[in-house]
């Protein structure tokens, strides 16, 4: 047998074994060489950092008029208790005396039985045609007695002989009588109870029949031309109506225009009205400050417009002094006297500012605004002070 081949492909072997970790090492390099080589170039991009969007509206100055709100109950400017004068009996009822009915000036509403009074006129009358033809008995008396004197007196004569006290007590059962005849006249006339206003009855406390004295209440009407309405004005309201509150009336050049509605200030019925005075001490039970407004009814009679209720509960929006060089933002965007703006930089901005009044769902702003700030409305998670961010343009 041939033993040398053999041996030489043992050696073969034994020298791949000791050098396979070098072929493999060999066989790594240079795969990794070939990759390197043809591995594709990566672009090199530029890192964008997305800035939040937010939106935002612009900051305005503008002057403004405040309004105050209020609420109030509709009364009668002009309400009247009518009284007996007399001792008589009710003898007419006009059908407008129905409590709730409205009557008219110079209206006839009850009548008194005159009867008694007519007669005492008669007498009055008579007395007074007595004493004049007495005053006349008594100048031409006093006129002989003078004549007598001047002929065969000697002197001055006295009062008595010249007749002057008699003619004076002539001249003023005279003035007694007329006046008696004036009193007749003047029961005759209160006897018959007559509207001095346009108005409506709130009660009747009479019949037909019925025995009355001075002092008896016959009835209770209002006057329908004129409204008013008490208006309790808040602490903080107070300085912004620009009103003295001293108990006095208002001259017109400083009355305040106030709207009222029904209910509330979206109700369809609206009505026009004036403040003209206010009152000098404080409500005993809202502890506040009120007003007084007027409502002329005769324009809303003349335009169809829908009435007035004597007892009607309206909400009032009064008309308040001008305020200059404020901004108007809603006031759910202020949080503790501050404001988030974005900035002419575009950057978020919290600013201390000065907030003059709130106003239904507004805030008044004074000062504390800076050039180039929009007012931030867009609601984010978080509010960082100095974040740059981006927004679009009204």
């Given at each position: ?18 050098n ?169 006339e ?36 004129y ?29 305040l ?7 509330s ?80 930089k ?20 004074g ?28």
């Amino acid at each position: 047998m041939n033993r040398k081949p053999l041996l030489d492909n043992i050696n073969v072997k034994n020298m791949m074994k000791k050098n396979i970790g070098i072929i493999i090492l060999l066989v790594s390099v240079l795969l990794t060489i070939i990759l390197i080589t043809l591995r594709p170039e990566i672009e090199v991009q530029n890192t964008v950092q997305k800035l939040p969007y937010v939106k935002t509206t612009e900051i305005l100055s503008q002057t403004i008029n405040s309004t105050i709100s209020s609420q109030g109950v509709i009364a009668p400017e002009t309400s009247l208790t009518i009284l007996s004068e007399l001792s008589s009996k009710v003898e007419w009822i006009s059908p407008k005396m129905e409590p709730g009915s409205n009557f008219n000036t110079n209206d006839t509403l009850i009548i008194l039985d005159r009867r008694d009074y007519e007669l005492a006129l008669i007498t009055a009358q008579s007395n007074v045609l007595n004493a004049e033809v007495n005053l006349e008995r008594e100048k031409a008396e006093s006129d002989l007695a003078n004549k007598e004197w001047e002929r065969l007196g000697v002197g001055e004569g006295s009062d008595l002989t010249l007749r002057k006290p008699q003619l004076a007590q002539a001249k003023a059962i005279l003035a007694a009588a007329e006046a008696n005849i004036e009193q007749a006249n003047r029961n005759l006339e209160r006897a018959i109870i007559i509207a001095r206003f346009d108005g409506r009855v709130q009660s009747r406390s009479v019949e037909i029949g019925t025995s009355v004295f001075p002092g008896t209440v016959l009835s209770k009407i209002y006057g329908t031309d004129y409204f008013e309405v008490r208006l309790v004005v808040a602490d903080q309201d107070v300085s912004f109506t620009g009103l003295d509150f001293n108990g006095k009336f208002l001259s017109s050049s400083k009355q305040l225009q106030v709207e009222f509605s029904q209910g509330s200030m979206v109700s369809n019925y609206r009505w026009k009205g004036n403040i003209v005075r206010t009152e000098a001490e404080v409500d005993p039970l809202t502890r506040m400050l009120a007003i007084v407004a007027r409502i002329d009814n005769r324009k809303m009679k003349a335009t169809s417009q829908t009435p007035l209720a004597i007892g009607q509960y309206v909400s009032a929006a009064i008309n308040g002094i001008e305020i200059k060089n404020v901004s108007l933002i809603p006031r759910t965007l202020v949080r503790n006297e501050s404001v988030w703006v974005v900035d002419d930089k575009k950057v978020l901005r919290k600013r201390s500012v000065e907030i003059i009044r709130f106003e239904n769902e507004n805030a008044f702003i004074g000062n504390g605004f800076a050039i180039g700030d929009r007012l931030l409305t867009t609601r984010l998670s978080s509010l960082v002070d100095g974040v740059k961010v981006t927004y679009d343009l009204d």
